[in-house]
């Protein structure tokens, strides 16, 4: 092994020493926060050495994640928002809800696909105002929301991404279409209301961690790149075989070569196909 190698090695290990003890030497959270700092500079430092760009004043501070459950999930509050008071509950076979009133119609399956058909609506004046009254009465928390985009004469539609434990949760999100100013249809991942319990004994690991674990598996994964773009921390859903709703931790890093997802739990790093 070539001298660079062994000590770019050592530079990793004390990257990873420093990160671990993190936890144990920092009691207060503005102290982990100002120490947090001082380690992504650190990694910054690492990365340079490898030939990489790394903003340490870009990294965000790490949220205390689990993996989790959302047990007896609710749909009854989607139904009352989007088909109203008439809404009458169907017997959902392979579905987790089904819902009518009328000609329109709602369900939703078990991995949160949701999927709305809306002959009567009410015409709204704001797109954007309509679609958060209608995800707040569905008990929707949103982490972000998109303006309207045109996709056709008089069709438009509106779309969210949900947060769970106040973190986003990526490859999700539902989309709102309105004609002529009234909903007509909504498609795309809904996951309802329920206990939120806690199935992991180990908190997600932190940003730096997710950037060495990254740095670590870049001759396995081939990773060509030379700078990472943005590090964003949420949720993934993952097939049980419960009828629970599972979720996983994970760092989204977005790279000049592609985008990573980093298992806040097993640290596992896998490629977003693009």
């Given at each position: 092994?070539?001298?660079?190698?062994?000590?770019?090695?050592?530079?990793?290990?004390?990257?990873?020493?420093?990160?671990?003890?993190?936890?144990?030497?920092?009691?207060?959270?503005?102290?982990r926060?100002?120490s947090e700092?001082?380690?992504?500079?650190?990694?910054?430092?690492?990365?340079?050495s490898?030939?990489?760009?790394?903003?340490?004043?870009?990294?965000?501070?790490?949220?205390?994640?689990?993996?989790?459950?959302?047990?007896?999930?609710?749909?009854?509050?989607?139904?009352?928002?989007?088909?109203?008071?008439?809404?009458?509950?169907?017997?959902?076979?392979?579905?987790?809800?089904q819902?009518?009133?009328?000609?329109?119609?709602?369900?939703?399956?078990?991995?949160?696909?949701?999927?709305?058909?809306?002959?009567?609506?009410?015409?709204?004046?704001?797109?954007?105002?309509?679609?958060?009254?209608?995800?707040?009465?569905?008990?929707?928390?949103?982490?972000?929301?998109?303006?309207?985009?045109?996709?056709?004469?008089?069709?438009?539609?509106?779309t969210?991404?949900?947060?769970?434990?106040?973190?986003?949760?990526?490859?999700?999100?539902?989309?709102?279409?309105?004609?002529?100013?009234?909903?007509?249809?909504?498609?795309?991942?809904?996951?309802?209301?329920?206990?939120?319990v806690?199935?992991?004994?180990?908190?997600?690991?932190?940003?730096?961690?997710?950037?060495?674990?990254l740095?670590?598996?870049?001759?396995?994964?081939?990773?060509v790149g030379?700078?990472?773009?943005?590090?964003?921390?949420?949720?993934?859903?993952?097939?049980?075989?419960s009828?629970?709703l599972?979720?996983?931790?994970?760092w989204?890093?977005?790279?000049?070569?592609?985008?990573f997802?980093?298992?806040?739990i097993?640290?596992?790093?896998?490629?977003?196909?693009?």
């Amino acid at each position: 092994m070539s001298v660079s190698k062994i000590k770019n090695l050592i530079l990793l290990i004390l990257a990873l020493a420093i990160i671990g003890l993190l936890p144990a030497v920092v009691p207060t959270q503005a102290a982990r926060v100002g120490s947090e700092k001082k380690v992504h500079e650190k990694l910054e430092a690492l990365y340079e050495s490898y030939g990489l760009s790394l903003d340490a004043s870009s990294l965000p501070a790490s949220q205390t994640l689990y993996s989790i459950e959302l047990e007896n999930p609710d749909a009854k509050p989607a139904a009352q928002a989007l088909l109203g008071g008439k809404a009458a509950e169907e017997a959902p076979a392979r579905m987790l809800a089904q819902y009518s009133a009328g000609s329109s119609t709602l369900q939703l399956s078990r991995s949160g696909q949701l999927e709305g058909r809306f002959t009567d609506a009410s015409a709204a004046h704001d797109l954007t105002r309509a679609t958060r009254r209608y995800l707040r009465s569905m008990d929707f928390d949103i982490a972000e929301i998109f303006e309207p985009v045109r996709l056709s004469a008089g069709v438009y539609s509106v779309t969210a991404v949900q947060s769970l434990c106040g973190a986003p949760v990526f490859e999700s999100a539902l989309t709102f279409t309105y004609r002529n100013s009234a909903l007509s249809r909504v498609d795309g991942t809904y996951y309802p209301a329920g206990e939120i319990v806690r199935v992991s004994q180990r908190a997600c690991i932190s940003c730096a961690d997710a950037l060495v674990a990254l740095l670590s598996s870049r001759d396995s994964l081939g990773w060509v790149g030379s700078e990472i773009v943005s590090c964003e921390q949420g949720y993934v859903h993952s097939e049980t075989a419960s009828s629970a709703l599972r979720f996983v931790p994970v760092w989204r890093i977005e790279t000049d070569a592609g985008t990573f997802y980093v298992n806040g739990i097993t640290r596992e790093v896998r490629q977003l196909a693009s």
